[in-house]
């Protein structure tokens, strides 16, 4: 996870300084308290905001909470892309969750820095509040994605207000449940529904169920994507050919957990911010690592001459996914290759 923190203040940079004893943070400051462990920041601060939402995480400002709010406000797009957003008073007192507390780990990771700063964590999600399970962080638990996010939020009102919900998994669910949450048998759902007075219902990597009752759906991300292109592909012509693949797979994009590709394209722009605008990690296959398996795929001369190995797509989507199974062979369209791998752990 990459955190930024930004302070404009010297007693918030020696806070800053506190705080990197704790974490990898990158320090964002003004020129007047210039340190030899914090990046310099031009004012006005509005004007870099935007880039610091793109490019990190999870960040943390010392500073007051309006004048956060006021900063931000323009740019918080949903909770399913916003970064998670801390602020902390200058004295290190108070550490409050203000955006993404849930998906973007706010409260989470509020909690642990209010431990190692003995200050206390201000959280104000009502699942939180009524410590109970919310569908976002069950989502996020369990890593999955979330359907529809207004289905989520509906179940999530039941949840909060103690009534009864319903779980049909098809992963093994190895965290603890509240007490609400109710396992019923996928094949006699409406008796379930009527004998545990069940008000929503969650279904994990299952299909879709008639229920007289709020419904919400998640899905496991555990897709790798294997992609090879010609130089200079960008973001969005790799994306335009992933979504047509995807949708004839009537697979959501939000189902890939990482992207994988020859370490020959390690700088490729278009696939690094691919990677980070689903904000899944991108794998870097050796070309030896690939030479080992190239066997096993249909390969290219061509792409042997130009950068040492047959193919690269499938030998990296079948080793980032721990030779898993292949969902999609390779497809080649516009200069650009790409195979689909279910991630062996899930088989």
């Not at 990190?56 to 956060?68: N, P, S």
């Not at 918080?76 to 008073?89: A, C, E, M, Q, R």
């Not at 509040?129 to 207004?150: P, Q």
């Not at 990677?275 to 991108?282: D, E, F, Q, T």
Request: charged share 25%; aromatic share 6%.
């Amino acid at each position: 996870m990459k955190v930024a923190l930004i302070t404009l203040t010297r007693g918030g940079l020696d806070l800053a300084m506190n705080l990197r004893e704790y974490d990898d943070i990158d320090i964002y400051t003004h020129k007047e308290n210039e340190s030899e462990y914090a990046e310099l920041i031009k004012l006005p601060l509005r004007d870099n905001i935007k880039k610091l939402m793109d490019d990190y995480d999870m960040l943390i400002f010392i500073m007051a909470t309006g004048i956060v709010v006021r900063l931000i406000a323009p740019h918080i797009k949903h909770k399913s892309v916003d970064p998670g957003v801390i602020v902390i008073d200058e004295h290190g007192k108070y550490v409050i969750s203000l955006l993404s507390g849930h998906l973007g780990g706010a409260n989470d990771y509020t909690t642990r820095i209010a431990d190692f700063l003995d200050a206390n964590a201000v959280i104000t999600t009502s699942s939180d509040v009524n410590n109970t399970l919310a569908v976002d962080t069950l989502a996020m638990k369990l890593g999955c994605y979330i359907d529809d996010f207004n289905d989520a939020k509906d179940v999530t009102a039941h949840i909060v207000n103690g009534e009864n919900i319903g779980i049909i998994s098809n992963i093994e669910i190895s965290i603890d449940l509240p007490k609400n949450f109710i396992r019923i048998d996928e094949d006699n759902i409406s008796h379930s529904i009527e004998k545990h007075n069940i008000k929503g219902l969650i279904v994990i990597e299952g299909n879709i169920i008639k229920a007289d009752c709020q419904v919400s759906y998640l899905y496991k991300r555990n897709i790798t994507l294997g992609i090879g292109c010609k130089r200079g592909k960008t973001k969005e012509q790799i994306t335009k050919e992933l979504l047509m693949v995807l949708e004839d797979l009537k697979m959501n994009i939000n189902r890939i957990s990482r992207i994988s590709t020859v370490e020959v394209k390690k700088d490729e722009k278009g696939i690094i911010e691919l990677a980070r605008s689903l904000k899944v990690p991108m794998d870097i296959v050796t070309l030896d690592e690939i030479r080992e398996v190239q066997y096993l795929f249909h390969g290219s001369d061509f792409v042997e001459r130009t950068i040492g190995v047959t193919c690269v797509s499938e030998p990296c989507g079948y080793l980032s996914s721990n030779r898993g199974e292949c969902i999609l062979n390779k497809v080649k369209a516009n200069g650009i290759t790409i195979s689909l791998w279910k991630n062996k752990e899930e088989i």
